[in-house]
């Protein structure tokens, strides 16, 4: 049956992740994050990893997550139709579609599981209703998570700062196959981190810390992991079959969302300077696109040249032609004043009751595509 020209073609469905935290310009400028991490010895003379606090005493935030279905006609014009949203008085870090039914949901020290009733291009208002809790994950280096990337259909790739790693998560099993930090002959060295030291029990923060891993994803041959680190603003690759580390890039400190494009390019985002940057394997910039923005905390290709942004500063979500500049989609979210949400006692009390909030910025992205 031949479709017509205007039927729309569904191909994705793109989730971002919301924070109640409020950008705070004082420390999101470059300058800034070059002075808080400019001390020689800063790694110098630690605290005792025993004497370290738990993480809970760092997570101060609530966040959520809402998806949104792409799609396309026979001419190429994009729509995009949002789908849901989850509000939790924890914060979320990432969510990823392992498949049309399947979430898996990334907390700051902890993994879940989500499962669907219906697929999800189904809804359209899904709800925390619509989700049940099907599996939980934990291990001792469940702290600072951020991101998590399918690597094959039961394994992912977790972005981990505190231990500054990336780990290789079996979802059937729960098993971490793989423990790999980032190189200390490039980095420094900060703690001597073993298998049974519970890190979320002794938090490594920030400035402790020797490269704030943030992102990790797989390339097309799923034997390479692309990771972006915000300390040295760089971008680097694990060979998961070696473990061996290659920096491909760094200076752009404050760095975001390393990930490999449908031509097999590594893009990341420059959060201080709103801009997606495009590289070859030969480190060279391919392509560059600027945003408006003083922290742009993640961007994700959605098709060909359509990217979606995440602009934490304006609280807004934006997809763009990065070629013509021609925004498809623009969603401003919410913002709360600071003095209702100070602490978040504010929101962690009423969250689940406030419509239409789903945080005072914007954190990360991903694109489930549909087959």
């Known amino acids: 049956m031949i479709k017509s020209v205007s039927e ?54 609530t966040g959520g997550i809402s998806f949104y279905l792409a799609l396309k006609d026979l001419n190429n014009n994009y729509f995009f ?36 009733h219906k697929s999800i291009t189904k809804y359209n208002n899904l709800n925390k209703t619509d989700c049940y809790l099907y599996k939980t994950y934990s291990h001792p280096h469940f702290a600072g998570l951020h991101t998590v990337s399918m690597v094959t259909e039961k394994l992912a790739v977790i972005s981990a700062s505190a231990s500054d790693a990336i780990m290789i998560l079996d979802l059937d099993s729960g098993e971490v196959k793989k423990n790999i930090r980032m190189p200390k002959e490039i980095y420094g060295e900060n703690y001597e981190i073993t298998e049974e030291m519970d890190l979320r029990n002794h938090y490594i923060k920030n400035d402790l810390q020797i490269a704030h891993i943030n992102s990790a994803y797989p390339d097309k041959k799923k034997n390479n992991i692309v990771v972006s680190a915000l300390i040295p603003g760089a971008v680097g690759c694990f060979n998961l079959d070696t473990g061996k580390y290659v920096e491909l890039i760094s200076g752009h400190v404050g760095c975001h969302g390393a990930r490999v494009s449908d031509k097999d390019l590594i893009y990341f985002t420059d959060s201080t300077e709103g801009k997606l940057l495009v590289i070859d394997k030969n480190r060279n910039v391919k392509n560059m696109f600027s945003i408006e923005s003083k922290w742009l905390h993640d961007s994700i290709q959605i098709d060909g040249d359509i990217y979606a942004f995440s602009i934490a500063d304006k609280n807004e979500l934006r997809i763009v032609d990065i070629k013509s500049n021609k925004i498809h989609y623009k969603k401003k979210f919410i913002t709360f004043p600071n003095k209702l949400t100070k602490h978040d006692s504010f929101l962690k009390k009423y969250i689940k009751s406030i419509p239409f909030f789903y945080g005072n910025s914007t954190q990360f992205l991903d694109m489930y595509r549909l087959t």
């Not at 971002?16 to 999101?28: A, G, N, Q, V, Y």
Request: hydrophobic letters at 40%; a positive charge; charged letters at 25%.
């Open 81 to 116: 139709k949002m789908l849901g949203s989850v509000c939790s008085n924890r914060k979320i870090q990432h969510a990823v579609l392992v498949d049309e039914k399947t979430i898996i949901v990334v907390y700051v020290a902890s993994i879940e599981l989500w499962k669907l």
């Open 8 to 61: 729309k073609i569904k191909f994705g469905v793109i989730s971002l992740t919301h924070s109640s935290r409020k950008t705070d310009f004082s420390e999101c400028a470059r300058k800034s994050l070059e002075q808080r991490y400019a001390s020689p010895d800063r790694l110098q003379n630690l605290i005792p990893f025993e004497q370290l606090l738990p993480i809970k005493e760092s997570i101060l935030y």
